[in-house]
């Protein structure tokens, strides 16, 4: 069936490292990805996202990587910051449909 | 701009009784969804609108029912809850592009914690 994984259900990092949350999609009909990151009592916040035409798109201390031959998608945060401590999900959207599948996500401690 | 809104934040039901969730946006998004969130097992989508008056069925709708009368309203309503919906809801929308799919970050609210006794 369809879903979306991960490889690491918690990642834990000192404070000022780089830290790289990973994920496996298993729908090759997917051309359009996000990462969301979610804190305690609060809802899903999109971080990033990629299309299928593109490999790497950055942001703000944050990269996505998507590898489409083994179907994998990851997160790189530069300097973690205490702030960065959530639980990280990506997400695929399947061409044609409404229907987006999340991993169940990634849980990520920052040490200080 | 307060993006997506949802009241209660929290509710206590006994099983068999009723109640309406609501979700506000204020982005003028013509998506929006709803969403419940269980112990590993991620989010599911329950229903879903690509416009004012349109509403579907997503991936677990059995139970539920919504409409969306008002474009920056979407409404989620169990008439006859029961303890398997015990949950977090949440409610988002999202940008259009017109072409019929997702394709555009979703902005969620706070989620909505609901217990069914």
């Known amino acids: 069936g369809e879903s979306v994984g991960l490889h690491l259900p918690t990642l834990s990092v000192q404070e000022g490292d780089n830290s790289i949350i990973n994920c496996a999609y298993s729908?090759?009909?997917?051309?359009?990805f996000i990462w969301y990151k979610q804190e305690s009592g609060k809802g899903p916040q999109f971080i990033i996202d990629i299309r299928s035409n593109m490999d790497k798109r950055q942001g703000q201390r944050v990269t996505v990587l998507l590898n489409k031959t083994v179907k994998h998608l990851s997160l790189q945060i530069a300097a973690t910051q205490p702030g960065d401590s959530a639980v990280y999900f990506c997400?695929?959207?399947?061409?044609?449909?409404?229907?987006?599948?999340f991993g169940a996500g990634t849980r990520l401690f920052v040490k200080a | 701009n307060a993006g997506v809104t949802q009241t209660p934040k929290f509710r206590v039901l006994k099983t068999g009784q009723s109640m309406t969730l609501l979700c506000a946006q204020d982005m003028n998004h013509e998506y929006m969804y709803w969403y419940r969130q269980d112990p590993g097992m991620g989010l599911r989508l329950i229903h879903y609108s690509v416009g004012e008056g349109t509403t579907a069925k997503g991936e677990v709708p059995d139970g539920y029912n919504v409409s969306r009368l008002k474009k920056q309203n979407f409404l989620l309503g169990l008439e006859s809850a029961a303890p398997s919906q015990t949950s977090v809801y949440f409610c988002?929308?999202?940008?259009?592009?017109?072409?019929?799919?997702?394709?555009?970050?979703?902005?969620f609210g706070d989620g909505t914690r609901l217990s069914i006794l």
């Open positions: 988002a929308s999202s940008y259009s592009l017109g072409t019929g799919r997702v394709n555009q970050p979703q902005h």
């Open positions: 729908n090759s009909a997917s051309d359009y």
């Open positions: 997400a695929e959207n399947p061409t044609g449909g409404f229907k987006t599948i």
